[in-house]
C-alpha cells in the first residue's frame, strides 16, 4: 500500500516538474551612441516582434514630452534610429539631460541622454 501511495505522489511531482518555459524579451536597447551628444544620436534596438510598431519618447528632466516617434516594425531584429536633438516642432533643444523610452509590444526600455550644445 505505501508503494502505490509513494508512486502516486513521485507521478504527480514528475508531472509538475516540467521545464521551465522562457518567454523571448519582445525589445531591448542593443546601442546608443553618441551619449552625451551634441548634434544627432544613434539609437539600435533589438526586436522579436515581426510586425508592428516601436514608440519612442523622449522626456525632459521637467517630464515634458519632447519628442514622440512612432517606427514601425516589418520583421527587422535589430532597427536603427536618428535623433537630431529636435522636438516635435523641429525646435532646437536645450543643453540637458532627457529620458528616451521605447516601448514595443508589453516591454518598455529606458536610457539617460545627455544633450550638450
Same mark, same amino acid.
Given at each position: 500500500?505505501?508503494?502505490?501511495?509513494?508512486?502516486?505522489?513521485?507521478?504527480?511531482?514528475?508531472?509538475?516538474?516540467?521545464?521551465?518555459?522562457?518567454?523571448?524579451?519582445?525589445?531591448?536597447?542593443?546601442?546608443?551612441?553618441?551619449?552625451?551628444?551634441?548634434?544627432?544620436?544613434?539609437?539600435?534596438? *533589438?526586436?522579436?516582434?515581426?510586425?508592428? /510598431?516601436?514608440?519612442?519618447?523622449?522626456?525632459? &528632466?521637467?517630464? %515634458?514630452? #519632447?519628442?514622440?516617434?512612432?517606427?514601425?516594425?516589418?520583421?527587422?531584429?535589430?532597427?536603427?534610429?536618428?535623433?537630431?536633438?529636435?522636438?516635435?516642432?523641429?525646435?532646437? *533643444?536645450?543643453?540637458?539631460?532627457?529620458? /528616451?523610452?521605447?516601448?514595443?509590444?508589453?516591454? &518598455?526600455?529606458? %536610457?539617460? #541622454?545627455?544633450?550638450?550644445?
Amino acid at each position: 500500500m505505501l508503494d502505490r501511495i509513494l508512486n502516486f505522489y513521485e507521478t504527480e511531482l514528475s508531472i509538475v516538474n516540467k521545464p521551465q518555459v522562457t518567454i523571448p524579451e519582445a525589445l531591448s536597447i542593443h546601442a546608443m551612441y553618441p551619449n552625451p551628444t551634441n548634434s544627432s544620436l544613434t539609437l539600435e534596438f *533589438l526586436t522579436d516582434l515581426n510586425n508592428g /510598431l516601436a514608440q519612442i519618447t523622449i522626456i525632459d &528632466i521637467l517630464g %515634458r514630452q #519632447v519628442k514622440n516617434v512612432d517606427i514601425p516594425l516589418m520583421g527587422e531584429y535589430k532597427n536603427t534610429w536618428v535623433w537630431d536633438g529636435l522636438d516635435d516642432f523641429k525646435r532646437e *533643444l536645450p543643453t540637458g539631460i532627457y529620458i /528616451l523610452t521605447v516601448t514595443s509590444g508589453q516591454t &518598455i526600455e529606458s %536610457r539617460k #541622454v545627455t544633450l550638450l550644445k
